[in-house]
């Protein structure tokens, strides 16, 4: 159980173009999910906390009209890449709670965006 | 707030030897505890959780940490390496009544045949 699934897994995409990742709890219904930004060789970054039915929670120094996050059913959380540009490839991963306040998540496989 | 260390950036270990990856945490009262793993182009997948009761806790793959309140550690280990126990590893610490862990920079581990 606690299955959460992204897609697409990779995407190249031309500069100044958007890009859609969806982010599905399989088995489960999320009320919260979360958006990480990861760099090569590095931890993960919270960019975003995605509220379902409400507006999502950025974190500091996150461009909220950059990435936009909809969480608009239980089991799908989207973030979009507007105007994509070269310094936003990265590895972008999202993960979801099943509630209880514990911290424990579960992580979709992640997404490899490129932009040329 | 939280925090968490990883002071190792990479280990490398031979194939059947023994691992310890280490992990410390700050935080104030008695936390919530994780490791996770992150293969090469992958998400993170839950190894192992503490929240509470017996310090020592069994996860998946044949890996245990164990929780030492007076050291502020959470080290992870296995008693015999298989190569495909060569990822990155991410410790993390959940404030109790928090949904959002902080998670350390990772320690990547490397398994010579």
Not at chain 1, 49 to 70: C, H, M, P
């Amino acid at each position: 159980g606690a299955v959460v699934s992204q897609h697409p897994s990779w995407v190249i995409c031309k500069s100044g173009t958007s890009v859609k990742i969806e982010c599905r709890s399989l088995d489960f219904q999320a009320t919260t999910m979360f958006w990480y930004r990861q760099f090569p060789k590095q931890s993960l970054m919270l960019m975003a906390t995605s509220n379902e039915g409400s507006k999502a929670t950025y974190e500091q120094g996150v461009e909220k009209d950059k990435f936009l996050i909809n969480h608009a059913s239980l089991t799908l959380s989207t973030l979009t890449v507007t105007s994509a540009h070269p310094e936003d490839s990265s590895f972008y991963i999202c993960s979801a709670s099943l509630g209880g306040n514990t911290g424990e998540l579960f992580f979709g496989e992640g997404s490899r965006l490129t932009v040329l | 707030a939280q925090s968490v260390t990883q002071p190792d950036i990479h280990i490398t270990v031979s194939e059947g030897a023994s691992l310890e990856l280490r992990c410390n945490y700050s935080y104030g009262a008695t936390p919530y505890l994780f490791w996770y793993v992150q293969s090469p182009g992958q998400g993170l997948q839950l190894l192992l959780k503490y929240f509470s009761g017996d310090t020592l806790v069994q996860g998946i793959k044949g890996f245990e940490a164990e929780f030492k309140r007076s050291q502020s550690s959470f080290n992870l280990r296995k008693p015999s390496v298989h190569w495909s126990d060569a990822a990155e590893y991410f410790c993390a610490v959940g404030a109790r009544g928090s949904y959002i862990p902080t998670f350390g920079r990772g320690t990547s581990l490397i398994v010579h045949p």
